[in-house]
């Protein structure tokens, strides 16, 4: 069974920075794909930032050029470094595992005030 924990979210002005961490029960970097995803009030949760089993990254074109996915093998730690943030990258921010199924964490929430 696998159990992310989140954490780093918090409150932050427009183009204010965040760093994400999601720590890992055990060593999975090697053979699950990570993520982050994020759901904001009323809206689907989508897709942030990715790393494929592969290793490559893959971004939503709303975080390209400021956030930054990025992993600590050794630590069993994903991150996501948030610059320039908006008001529209107010949401609950969601660690995710997957390898035949889905694993995710409780969350944590960003807020950008304006």
């Known amino acids: 069974q696998v159990q992310l924990v989140e954490s780093g979210g918090g409150l932050v002005q427009t183009g204010g920075s965040l760093r994400l961490s999601c720590t890992a029960s055990?060593?999975?970097?090697?053979?699950?794909?990570m993520s982050w995803y994020r759901q904001a009030p009323g809206k689907q949760r989508e897709m942030v930032a990715t790393?494929?089993?592969?290793?490559?990254?893959n971004y939503a074109d709303s975080v390209k050029g400021r956030f930054t996915i990025s992993r600590d093998n050794a630590k069993n730690t994903l991150y996501l470094q948030m610059n320039s943030l908006k008001p529209e990258d107010t949401a609950v921010y969601y660690c995710?595992?997957?390898?035949?199924?889905?694993?995710w964490g409780q969350g944590t929430q960003v807020t950008v005030s304006s």
């Open positions: 055990g060593s999975i970097f090697s053979r699950y794909a």
């Open positions: 995710n595992a997957l390898l035949y199924r889905d694993y």
């Open positions: 790393f494929t089993r592969g290793g490559t990254t």
